[in-house]
């Protein structure tokens, strides 16, 4: 098919073709449904690699936190670790402590001639000192997981123990301002 043109002279009766009105409109609408085209599939490839982009955001900040809440609980844990040490020695250092009282208390009584109830008080120190012993035996370990397990399978308990606490805490706390304690 042979378009329309229009024929111009310029010059010593040589002419140019000149395209027409409809021409320039079809080109025109070709030019444009090219760069629609074209627009359309950057903007569906931009699509998809945002899409891709935002996966792996969305996958790299799951991985972040869930690493930061693990660290977080580790060091919890070698904190409360370290907490039970220190207090299992101290509970028995304060127990022994107490055995050996006991014991010089049950020699005094026994010098005074109280013998009977110096041997009532030397088996209290005994059993105090089996019992610091025994503190000595205490795995922390095995006492967070238990305490772990508790909270596990009973959060609504723990949650209530945890709010009786608060309460008492409180309390205590409000009852000491208004009440200070008075040197004598």
Known sequence: MQKPHRNETIG???TTAKPTD???EQTIKATVHDKMEKAGQVASEARASLSDAASDLGSSVAKHAEKASEDV???AMDGARATAEQ????????VYSLSRALEAG???LEDDGMS???????A???GLEKAASEVDGLDPDNLTRRLETFVRERPVVTVGILA???FALASTLKSTRRHPVRDS
């Open 124 to 126: 209290a120190g005994k």
């Open 73 to 75: 609980l580790n060091k």
């Open 106 to 108: 049950s020699k005094s």
């Open 164 to 166: 009786v606490a608060g």
């Open 116 to 122: 009977g109830t110096a041997g009532y008080v030397r």
């Open 87 to 94: 207090g299992k020695n101290r509970t028995q250092e304060m």
């Open 22 to 24: 409809a021409d320039t």
């Open 12 to 14: 010593q009766g040589a």
